[in-house]
């Protein structure tokens, strides 16, 4: 493999950073963002294949705190949600994109939910609180109850859904009589009939313990091939002793009916998870990128042009919220935001970046 570059594809006119991409083709890409003017203003930027347009903001979507957030679901459909409302009619508003116009969605899930998984449209998951699930079947929302907290879920396939998160019950979460609890890593598995507590590695400081110690998993992922990793960490409350111990990085991969720790990655792709997946390697947080085969790539970025504002001498640096390959191709598109630290006048600059390959 060559190198690997994010290039420019749109620098949005104002202040601020993207937090959401999703592309439905080539011609029909959305992303959402906020402008740093004080209001958080949501934006909705749309691109047809021509030119980046701002849109407003859908008719049927509730009003929210924060920029609403895209959830493809399926290859075809896209809906807009709110995010974090005071108002608990507005969070039951949802739009949804067709490829021609927004429409409401006809049964959101209930709540506010965090982590979204759609594997079909007649196949959605929605984590509504940390131990219950909402499934969406195509005709209506099923709750669900799961065994412990959940912080992060992964659709495999029909009836094969992975969550991950924490416990404070069982095996390896006594502190010895002090009251408190050490949380240990938890995964659960659904079969199509129900959820059901997994066997997971506990991990444990040596003693002495350092301050209110607690470990947990915060991301599952699955691979295209149904191998299935997970990743969290193992911390405490740190400046209240001097001797303090490193904090643990756990990382976790499905072997046939156990987990299994993962093989080491090298250099800075060490500490890093997984954002997307081709067949060639995984993309992994703070642009990076391991291959197949164990190496560990940075992808480049480029400087903002001086137009924007920035100046020659300014410190730039790229922070992707998200990332999606464009359906049908070997491209990607990720948004977000180039921050630039300049004496005086620091901004962001919005951005929507393409993956360039090079020989």
């Known amino acids: 493999m060559g190198s690997l570059t994010w290039e420019f594809e749109h620098i949005a006119d104002f202040s601020g950073e993207l937090a959401d991409v999703a592309v439905l083709a080539e011609d029909d890409i959305w992303a959402v963002g906020a402008e740093n003017n004080g209001e958080s203003d949501a934006r909705l930027l749309h691109y047809d294949g021509t030119r980046w347009k701002r849109e407003p903001l859908p008719e049927a979507l509730g009003a929210g705190a924060y920029p609403p957030l895209l959830e493809e679901v399926g290859e075809k459909e896209l809906w807009l949600r709110p995010q974090a409302s005071e108002d608990a009619t507005a969070l039951t508003r949802w739009a949804r ?103 997971t590695p506990q991990a444990r400081f040596e003693e002495p313990l350092p301050p209110e110690p607690g470990a947990g998993l915060g991301q599952v992922f699955a691979l295209d091939s149904g191998e299935v990793r997970a990743y969290g960490s193992n911390s405490f409350n740190h400046g209240e002793v001097e001797n303090e111990p490193e904090d643990e990085f756990i990382r976790l991969r499905r072997d046939g009916s156990k987990w299994v720790e993962q093989q080491a990655v090298p250099g800075g792709c060490v500490l890093r998870t997984p954002v997307g997946q081709e067949d060639k390697g995984l993309f992994l947080d703070g642009n990076w990128y391991v291959t197949d085969d164990g190496r560990c790539v940075k992808i480049k970025r480029h400087r903002l042009p001086l137009s924007t504002g920035a100046r020659k001498a300014s410190n730039q640096s790229l922070w992707l919220k998200e990332i999606h390959r464009v359906p049908g191709t070997d491209e990607w598109l990720g948004a977000g935001h180039v921050q630039v630290n300049q004496s005086g006048d620091p901004f962001g600059a919005p951005v929507v970046v393409r993956l360039k390959r090079g020989g």
């Open 97 to 199: 994109w067709d490829g021609a116009r927004w429409s409401a969605v006809p049964s959101p899930p209930p709540g506010n939910p965090g982590d979204f998984e759609a594997a079909a449209p007649d196949d959605v998951w929605a984590l509504d609180s940390e131990r219950s699930a909402q499934h969406w079947d195509g005709t209506r929302w099923t709750t669900t109850r799961l065994p412990h907290s959940a912080a992060d879920l992964a659709v495999v396939g029909p009836d094969d859904v992975w969550a991950v998160g924490s416990r404070s019950t069982g095996p390896g979460t006594d502190m010895e009589g002090s009251g408190e609890v050490y949380t240990q890593p938890a995964s659960m598995h659904w079969d199509g009939t129900s959820w059901k507590a997994v066997e």
